[in-house]
Nanobody
């Protein structure tokens, strides 16, 4: 079992920045590929960014490329999402996820993940 806890969400004005964290416990963090997803009210869950076990491979949704940066610190069992130039339409609950996988692959489909956090609310005001 892996437990995931997100933090760092909040209210920010359009154009502002937030840094989300995902703290993992329960198993060796470096065994897992990780991802960030978001879900707005009335919409389906959407892939935001993913990172492989080592941090050497990352992948982003087109909508966030150039503005968001995903990273991880395996020594601290934590993954991060730096979000810049935020837009009101990015208001959503942001969740982190984990899949046991040690390869260069980045996982983008939600059904492939094994574990999920509860999420943290991000609200971007216009």
């Amino acid at each position: 079992q892996v437990q995931l806890v997100e933090s760092g969400g909040g209210l920010v004005q359009a154009g502002g920045s937030l840094r989300l964290s995902c703290a993992a416990s329960g198993r060796t963090f470096s065994w897992y590929a990780m991802g960030w997803f978001r879900q707005a009210v009335g919409k389906e869950r959407e892939f935001v960014a993913g990172i492989n076990w080592s941090g050497g491979s990352t992948y982003y949704a087109d909508s966030v490329k150039g503005r968001f940066i995903i990273s991880r610190d395996n020594a601290k069992n934590t993954m991060y999402l730096q979000m810049n130039s935020l837009k009101p339409e990015e208001t959503a609950v942001y969740c982190c996820s984990a899949k046991r996988l040690q390869s260069r692959m980045v996982v983008t489909t939600p059904n492939a993940y094994d574990y999920w956090g509860q999420g943290t609310q991000v609200t971007v005001s216009s």
